[in-house]
């Protein structure tokens, strides 16, 4: 039932002025058409009484029109206006002041890396981790809230506590480890860049206790819960709401349901876990390259 529905993903265009080496929209930027503003404008009033639009892509701040459909998104009463981003263009004060004039509230850039040699090296773009941390600090001086996103792999996974301690001194509100889904250019890459779950986890986690022991609410995505003992209040999974995705050429209705039946796989082993119930497991394309050894169910005398 859409009356249940309260957030919608936008992707507004595969354009994206970062060429990421884990990207899972790979190639869409060289043959899928931009969403038009029309377009763009009735799906917000056909869904205008929902609490939360994120715009995305691609990178939804080289359009033209983001302000225009921010401004048009307030008008609609939406709650929350977010941006996902790579977070270059608000290394621009004016650019900063503009969209958040137009109406939007919550930010989404990512970080992947905590210095220029690792993040700049999976953007493929020399100078935007600078880019990035500028429009980071311009952001939280306009009192901006910030979900920082940052994606793990083979090249970063080492420097997530030096991630999230330099996340905590930015002052970002949020963050998050997102393990990459193995498509699109990730998958052209998958021999180096996709890393064991079982190897980044102490990683995952000194990170992880950084952001909480500053306050902060932290999480990972893609992560499934047997990898996850003792923080599974940080699986974000637990918090994403009924989310509608418009795509450039299909629509998934309800994201969480497209998770469960097309996007994550189980195991038979599965069944025997405490958290069966509730856990989606990881993104079908990891099981299908590494097997499903590292993933040992938690007994309900473990957990």
């Known amino acids: 039932m ?15 002025n970062n060429h990421c080496k884990f990207c899972v929209q790979g190639e869409k930027r060289n043959y899928c058409k931009d969403r038009s503003s029309e377009n763009v404008k009735n799906i917000l009033m056909n869904f205008k009484k929902r609490d939360y639009v994120v715009f995305t ?13 921010v401004k048009f998104s307030k008008s609609l009463n939406f709650k929350t206006i977010q941006i996902q981003t790579n977070g270059r263009m608000f290394a621009y004060e004016d650019f900063c002041k503009s969209i958040i004039d ?8 990512a970080i992947h890396g905590p210095d220029e040699e690792t993040h700049d090296f999976l953007t493929s773009v020399p100078g935007s981790f600078k880019q990035t941390i500028r429009g980071i600090v311009n952001l939280k001086k306009m009192g901006q809230y910030i979900i920082s996103n940052t994606v793990i792999t083979a090249t970063n996974y080492k420097f997530l ?17 997102a393990f990459l889904h193995i498509a699109g250019t990730a998958l052209k890459n998958k021999d180096w860049i996709v890393p064991k779950k079982s190897i980044i986890i102490p990683y995952v986690l000194e990170g992880l206790n950084i952001g909480i022991k500053s306050g ?3 999480t990972t995505e893609a992560i499934p819960y047997c990898f996850m003992k003792g923080y599974e209040n940080s699986i974000a999974e637990n918090y994403i709401p009924k989310t509608k ?6 629509t998934i209705d309800d994201y969480t349901k497209y998770r469960i039946t097309k996007g994550k796989a189980k195991n038979q082993k599965c069944k025997k876990c405490f958290y069966d119930y509730i856990c989606e497991g990881p993104w079908r394309e990891y099981p ?7 993933f040992k169910p938690v007994i309900d005398s473990e957990k």
């Open 161 to 177: 506590p030096k991630i999230a301690k330099l996340l905590v001194s930015l002052g970002v509100d949020q963050f998050q480890f």
């Open 245 to 250: 995705v418009f795509d450039q050429y299909f």
């Open 2 to 16: 859409e009356r249940d529905l309260r957030r919608l993903d936008i992707k507004l265009s595969f354009k994206c």
């Open 216 to 218: 902060r609410k932290v």
């Open 57 to 69: 892509g691609g990178e939804p701040t080289i359009r033209a029109d983001i302000f225009e459909l």
């Open 102 to 109: 137009s109406g939007a509230n919550e930010f989404s850039p």
């Open 288 to 294: 299908e390259i590494f097997g499903w050894d590292e």
